[in-house]
């Protein structure tokens, strides 16, 4: 059984063996060698080669014959093969021959090709590193043209989008270095020019503002279709483009168009040869004058760098602070007119900077920013404003800085800014316009009155009647039928203050205009000042007219005659203002003159003072009276009156007959009035306690003296009395002296109270001092009275005369 097992495994090691590659027999063979039947094997190895060989044998001799036919043609072939072999050898000569040139042809392809993929890499990477150089070297050059916005977007573009695509090499780190420096630089350097621009504009407000105020009073000329134009049109064409290239510029533009090319200017364009030109037509805009690219470069870089905000506090700051200083007024400003324009053209030439400013960028400045500022100038010009224009005494003056105020407003309000508190200022001005008005009109008013010669004017031609009447309105149907030459009854003082008090009137009319005041407020305004000027100026003037030193009598007549006519012109002056203010005079709200009591008063002040100065100058002739009171009694005939006495009446006939063209009343009460004083004077001499004796005889000499001042009374020196109504101006007087000398006590102490009575207006106390004056008389020539029976019995009398008079006078007061 083991034989049999042998067996079979020596027959599978022999299988293995000729299946298997002679590499990988050694461990079949090993197990052969291992085992005890390596023998048997052996055996049955040699067994298995020589039926091999057998069958080797027998294939071979099966195919010996064709192995022998291929052999014989093989044998054939060889002397082809030879020949085969001399021509492939002579062809391949041929070939290498002929391959020599083509190998150096292929070499020096093969180098070419070389050059050319060398070529294409080189160019690939200059492509990327080109543009890298080319917008470093613009960006150079942009530093050196000042061109900071478009420099600092070519670093932005060569830092994001250049340099990463070139790859590394030394030059794109060294410029990768140099950026941050680069963008320090312009962000510092734009800064500067911010700096100048805002100190250049400080310097240049004055020519901007005075540009915007002459555009505002051209519209302000120009018809309504083109006023109503937008007020945007005082910003000017290159003002427009500037917006226009600041909101296209970007890194596409080329870095052209964010900056000008004037961007190293201060930020003020040259513009005085076209202000000197006076042939052009049309004026520069505002901002033509301002060159705005140092606050759009700065605005734009800040912008990029991401400190938007710094730049907003920065600018804001520093315009505060210029608004403080531009609002600051010059101490002498109020002394002219120019010191005014050149404040208020520093204040719109700032406002007008930060409206455009506000318009062409986005949020540098707001509404509520500019509001702030505009509130913060209009406190401190209304505070200054006030302050200077109370030091200014000229109207005139006043006139131009209310124009120069409107114009102002009216400029800032074509920009957007509220004025109405600059016209309520003016309303509050007019008062003080008003009051210079005054002044300068109480000037006028004296000079007029000073170089009046208070007489009638004359007139010998119609156009000198005409250029009167044309400049007074005389309405006087019987002058004007009167021949040439003729006299107008005012003198020069009437057609000169109406005048005047027109010009006035124009003057009121010129502050009121441009105020944006109705019809009604200007009548208004115009008819309260006019009153004023009625009652308060030409009034005083009047009066001190009257009332000045060494005026005559015929003077102050003719101040009669002239406020006479002046009050009957007053109506004329309502129709006046009614026409040029379109209000009628009889409406509900219109003031009324009061020119009408104006001149009553003063020809009430002028009628008191004709009074007075009549009495003047009778006190005057009374001082003259040299009576002789011991005078003793006339014997026979009738006594003459004193000479002072007589002068006076002729003074007094003289005078009343300059009184014909006064007002009957006034010439009466004048006449009244004189009678009266010289009665009440010659009372007051008899009465006079420095005269303390009067005889009888000084009495008939005023006795004398009383019945000329009553002759002089009944012949009527001035019309318009009835009967004896004068003579009661001395009856006082003479009821006293016929009771003196008449000696009719007994009648006088018997009807005294009554009614009837004789000596009704003779006072007891008046009797007795003039009989204590007439017993001191007695008691004088007591010395010589004791040897004539006749005094002693009327020194008696006079004592119990004064007795009864006393007892009268007791009686009278219990």
Same mark, same amino acid.
Request: contains cysteine.
């Given at each position: ?67 022998? @036919? ?19 050898? %002579? ?134 279709? !083109? ?126 900077? %930060?409206?455009?400013?506000? +318009? ?115 309405? @006087? ?19 000169? !203050?109406?005048?005047?008090? =027109? %010009? ?11 105020? #944006? ?53 007053? +109506? ?10 379109? !209000? ?34 009778? @006190? ?144 007891? #106390? ?22 004539? =029976? ?25």
């Amino acid at each position: 059984m083991a034989s049999v097992e042998t067996a079979a495994e020596h027959e599978r090691i022999l299988r293995e063996i000729e299946s298997t590659d002679t590499n990988c027999i050694g461990p079949t063979l090993r197990s052969v060698y291992d085992g005890q039947e390596h023998g048997l094997f052996m055996e049955k190895l040699d067994v298995r080669i020589r039926n091999h060989d057998r069958e080797i044998e027998k294939m071979c001799n099966h195919h010996f014959q064709g192995f022998v @036919d291929s052999i014989t043609e093989l044998l054939k072939v060889r002397g082809e093969a030879q020949k085969l072999k001399s021509q492939v050898t %002579e062809t391949n000569r041929h070939l290498q021959d002929d391959g020599k040139e083509l190998m150096g042809s292929m070499e020096e392809l093969q180098k070419c090709r070389v050059q050319q993929r060398n070529m294409a890499s080189t160019i690939d990477k200059l492509s990327h590193c080109l543009p890298v150089l080319e917008m470093y070297s613009r960006l150079q050059e942009q530093m050196r043209a000042k061109r900071y916005y478009p420099a600092l977007r070519t670093l932005e573009q060569l830092e994001h989008t250049c340099l990463p695509r070139a790859g590394q090499y030394r030059f794109c780190s060294i410029m990768a270095e140099n950026s941050p420096k680069l963008r320090t630089q312009i962000r510092d350097t734009a800064m500067t020019q911010l700096r100048d621009f805002l100190e250049s504009i400080r310097k240049h407000s004055d020519k901007i503002g005075e540009t915007a105020i002459r555009q505002a009073q051209l519209q302000r000329s120009l018809d309504s279709s !083109v006023s109503s134009q937008s007020r945007r049109g005082l910003i000017g064409r290159r003002g427009r483009k500037e917006a226009a290239a600041v909101e296209g510029a970007g890194p596409d533009s080329g870095g052209q168009g964010g900056s000008p090319a004037s961007e190293q200017d201060s930020g003020i364009l040259d513009v005085g040869d076209e202000e000197e030109e006076e042939e052009e037509d049309e004026v520069p805009g505002a901002q033509d004058l301002v060159d705005f690219s140092p606050v759009y470069c700065c605005l734009h870089i800040y912008t990029v760098l991401g400190l938007r905000d710094v730049f907003e506090n920065y600018y804001r700051k520093q315009r505060r602070k210029q608004a403080r200083l531009v609002l600051q007024p010059h101490s002498n400003m109020h002394e002219t007119l120019e010191g005014y324009r050149r404040y208020f053209n520093q204040i719109a030439g700032f406002f007008v900077v %930060e409206d455009h400013v506000l +318009h062409t960028t986005q949020g540098l400045v707001n509404r509520a920013y500019v509001e702030e500022l505009w509130e913060l100038a209009l406190s401190k010009l209304i505070a200054a404003l006030r302050t200077h224009s109370s030091y200014c005494d000229n109207p005139d003056l006043v006139l131009d800085l209310k124009n120069l105020i409107v114009l102002f407003a009216d400029t800032l309000q074509g920009f957007g800014f509220p004025v109405s508190q600059l016209f309520d200022m003016l309303l509050e001005m007019r008062e003080q316009y008003g009051e210079i008005l005054l002044k300068r009109w109480n000037v006028t008013f004296r000079q007029v009155l000073d170089q009046d010669n208070f007489s009638p004017i004359p007139v010998s031609t119609e156009e000198e009647y005409k250029h009167y009447t044309s400049q007074f309105p005389v309405q @006087d149907p019987e002058l004007d039928k009167l021949p040439f030459p003729k006299k107008l009854p005012f003198s020069q003082f009437v057609p000169k !203050v109406y005048s005047q008090l =027109k %010009e006035f009137i124009y003057a009121c009319l010129k502050y009121s205009e441009d105020l #944006h005041l109705s019809s009604t407020e200007v009548d208004d305004m115009i008819r309260k000042s006019t009153n004023l000027l009625l009652t308060r100026t030409l009034s005083h003037c009047l009066q001190y007219a009257i009332k000045k030193k060494n005026v005559g009598l015929a003077e102050l007549v003719q101040v009669i005659i002239n406020t006479t006519h002046l009050e009957q012109s007053c +109506h004329f002056l309502e129709e006046f203002i009614s026409n040029i203010t379109n !209000v009628p005079p009889d409406s509900a709200n219109a003031t009324k003159l009061y020119g009408t009591s104006t001149f009553k008063d003063a020809r009430h002040a002028a009628e008191a003072e004709i009074y007075t100065n009549l009495n003047a100058k009778i @006190d005057q002739f009374l001082q003259l009276a040299d009576y002789d009171w011991m005078a003793p009694v006339p014997g026979g005939g009738s006594l003459e009156a004193s000479d002072y006495l007589m002068d006076l009446i002729a003074f007094l006939n003289s005078t009343f007959s300059v009184f014909t063209n006064l007002p009957g009343k006034v010439a009466q009460t004048a006449c009244m009035s004189a009678c009266k004083h010289i009665s009440t004077s010659l009372t007051q001499l008899l009465l006079d306690p420095e005269v303390r004796q009067i005889s009888l005889g000084a009495l008939h000499q005023l006795n004398a003296d009383v019945k000329e001042c009553e002759g002089f009374a009944r012949a009527g020196p001035v019309a318009g009395f009835q009967g004896d109504t004068l003579l009661l101006a001395f009856s006082d007087l003479r009821q006293l002296l016929e009771l003196f000398t008449l000696w009719d006590w007994s009648t006088y102490l018997a009807d005294y109270g009554k009614a009837t009575c004789k000596y009704l207006r003779v006072n007891p #106390h008046t009797a007795l001092a003039l009989l204590e004056k007439m017993k001191e008389t007695s008691r004088k020539n007591n010395v010589f009275a004791q040897f004539r =029976k006749t005094d002693r019995d009327r020194q008696k009398l006079i004592d119990a005369i004064i007795k009864q008079l006393r007892n009268l006078i007791a009686q009278h007061h219990t």
